[in-house]
């Protein structure tokens, strides 16, 4: 079955302690990006990757690292997290010239930094 | 920067009847993309219907339709023949072509129950 995994699923978490979230998708998609959620700002971009080893920012990057090691895998790095990065953080992937370069959706991590 | 507003925070519809869902947006672009995604109580985001720009026709998904009008900058959602299964968060989306970051930028989300 083509999808986007990401985990954990649910995380509670300290102020400071590094985290990462995984996400992995099985349909060769060259792109990947990360979103968060949050009640009334709909999904922003944290960062995206057009392809292994290339990675560049999104609309709200501060607090956060990726990295595009494998074209199936694109971990979020919290170094230290903080409250305000407690969030519902969407994972999601697409193959670049097909089908309006439509985005597809892991099931989304929620997080609770205290 | 592009803006997506959907000024319906709430709906409901019963059982069977149609609903339609509004969103705007405000672009100076002319090459984009507009995605309509439903969010569950499980929370997954799923892809309801997707329309190119310069495609005049409104793109259709079995029940689900839009109304794209171009030079209005709008883009509603109609549900037909509506069902337990569509109660969900259902978001508005805008990308530009050619955009390097592929981002997509959202609307603040409708919620939608239907009732039996």
């Known amino acids: 079955e083509a999808q986007v995994t990401q985990n954990p699923r649910y995380l509670i978490t300290v102020t400071g302690k590094k985290l990462t979230v995984t996400c992995s998708q099985n349909?060769?998609?060259?792109?990947m990006s990360w979103y968060r959620q949050d009640p009334g700002l709909g999904l922003r971009q944290i960062y995206y990757?057009?392809?292994?080893?290339?990675?560049d920012k999104g609309d709200v990057p501060e607090g956060y690292k990726v990295s595009r090691k494998e074209k199936r895998n694109f971990p979020l790095i919290l170094e230290s997290p903080s409250p305000n990065q407690t969030s519902l953080y969407f994972c999601a992937s697409c193959q670049l010239g097909v089908d309006a370069d439509t985005q597809y959706f892991g099931p989304g991590t929620r997080l609770t930094v205290l | 920067a592009q803006t997506v507003t959907q000024s319906q925070p709430e709906m409901s519809v019963q059982e069977a009847e149609t609903v339609t869902l509004s969103c705007t947006y405000d672009?100076?672009?002319?090459?984009?993309?507009l995605f309509w995604y439903k969010q569950p109580p499980s929370r997954q985001m799923i892809l309801v219907i997707r329309q190119e720009a310069y495609k005049q026709q409104n793109a259709t998904e079995n029940r689900f339709s839009v109304n794209f009008q171009k030079a209005a900058k709008s883009f509603s959602l109609k549900i037909s023949d509506s069902q337990l299964g569509d109660t969900a968060m259902y978001f508005c989306?805008?990308?530009?072509?050619?955009?390097?970051?592929?981002?997509?930028?959202f609307g603040g989300g409708t919620r939608l129950m239907v009732k039996p």
């Open positions: 989306a805008f990308m530009k072509s050619y955009n390097a970051g592929n981002m997509l930028t």
């Open positions: 349909m060769n998609h060259e792109y």
């Open positions: 990757s057009m392809n292994v080893e290339v990675t």
């Open positions: 672009t100076s672009e002319n090459n984009y993309y």
